[in-house]
């Protein structure tokens, strides 16, 4: 059974930094593309970041420069390292999995987490 467990979650000031963790399990996670995406209140999903099975990462303009994506594969674990946190990055953040990543916003992620919730104050 496939499960993915993020963690990492909190509330911090604007301008700090929070990393969040994704667990994964039940699927062959090395060859997956992984992605980090959000949900504000009131607002749609967005997808934030992507990193492929070679390591190639993808980010939203929106995060650019401020977090990184990162995957370590002997321990099926996906990372986001949020820095220079603002308000607008409140949401709660969930990984997902994917075949394979597409051009684009065109990647089907078919297995999600629960999601982890991330509050910044200014």
């Known amino acids: 059974q496939v499960h993915l467990v993020e963690s990492g979650g909190g509330s911090v000031q604007s301008g700090g930094s929070l990393r969040l963790s994704c667990a994964a399990s039940g699927f062959t996670y090395s060859s997956y593309c992984m992605g980090w995406h959000r949900q504000a209140p009131g607002k749609k999903r967005e997808g934030v970041a992507v990193?492929?099975?070679?390591?190639?990462?993808t980010y939203a303009d929106s995060v650019k420069g401020r977090f990184t994506i990162s995957r370590d594969n002997a321990k099926r674990t996906l990372y986001l390292q949020m820095n220079s946190l603002e308000p607008e990055d409140t949401a709660i953040y969930y990984c997902?999995?994917?075949?394979?990543?597409?051009?684009?916003?065109?990647?089907?992620?078919?297995?999600w987490g629960q999601g982890t919730q991330v509050t910044v104050s200014s």
């Open positions: 997902a999995a994917a075949f394979s990543c597409a051009a684009a916003a065109n990647t089907v992620f078919i297995y």
């Open positions: 990193i492929d099975s070679a390591g190639s990462t």
